[in-house]
């Protein structure tokens, strides 16, 4: 959750907390008011008050009855901004949670790519691994061949040239030199 959504997300919980807490003590006034309504009908059954005080009353019920009236309303509207504010919530908290999903997948993701990384790598090396062996291999039996070639080459220069290398007489039991001996 971004920082600029815990706030606003805050307000509306603290809003609807309020707004719940005045309709708790709206719908308490109301009640009280019907209770006392309720008793002074009941226990003014058989009185019969007089025109003037009649009069008053039904001026002070039509009073009631539009106060009354207002505060139905101004309880639906509450109610209706609870209901969407509601909502809302649900809404944010359903948007946190499929964030929350992807961020999480997302991190085993990071997590597993250094091992993807490494398999696909050492996967490609395979094949150059074994054409760098092959190449070795080709290079060791090419130069045993330019070796027995040079050889060859050589032994028959050797025979086609005739030519007599100088022996070199040892005179008999000296010692064959050595560089340790010079």
């Known amino acids: 959750m971004s920082q600029t959504e815990s706030p606003t997300l805050h307000t509306f919980q603290t809003e ?8 708790h003590l709206r719908d308490q006034l109301v009640q009280q008011l019907s209770q006392e309504l309720f008793r002074l009908v009941k226990g003014n059954a058989n009185f019969t008050p007089p025109p003037e005080v009649s009069e008053r009353h039904q001026a002070q019920m039509r009073v009631l009855r539009e106060q009354l009236q207002e505060v139905e309303q101004q309880v ?22 499929e964030l929350s999903d992807r961020s999480r997948m997302l991190e085993q993701v990071v997590q597993e790519l250094p091992h993807i990384y490494r398999q696909k790598f050492s996967e490609r090396m395979a094949p150059v691994r074994e054409k760098v062996t092959m190449l070795q291999r080709e290079n060791r039996q090419l130069h045993a ?11 028959r220069n050797r025979n086609i040239t005739h030519i007599d290398l100088p022996s070199f007489s040892r005179p008999s039991g ?9």
């Not at 609807?16 to 309709?23: A, D, I, Q, Y």
């Not at 061949?145 to 032994?155: F, H, K, P, W």
């Not at 000296?174 to 010079?182: E, V």
């Open 174 to 182: 000296s010692p064959i030199p050595t560089f340790g001996n010079i």
């Open 76 to 97: 639906r509207f509450y109610q209706e901004q609870i209901t969407t504010r509601d909502e809302e919530i649900y809404q944010l908290r359903q948007s946190v949670q």
């Open 16 to 23: 609807v907390s309020r707004l719940r807490e005045e309709l």
């Open 145 to 155: 061949e330019l070796q027995s070639v040079s050889y060859r080459l050589a032994v």
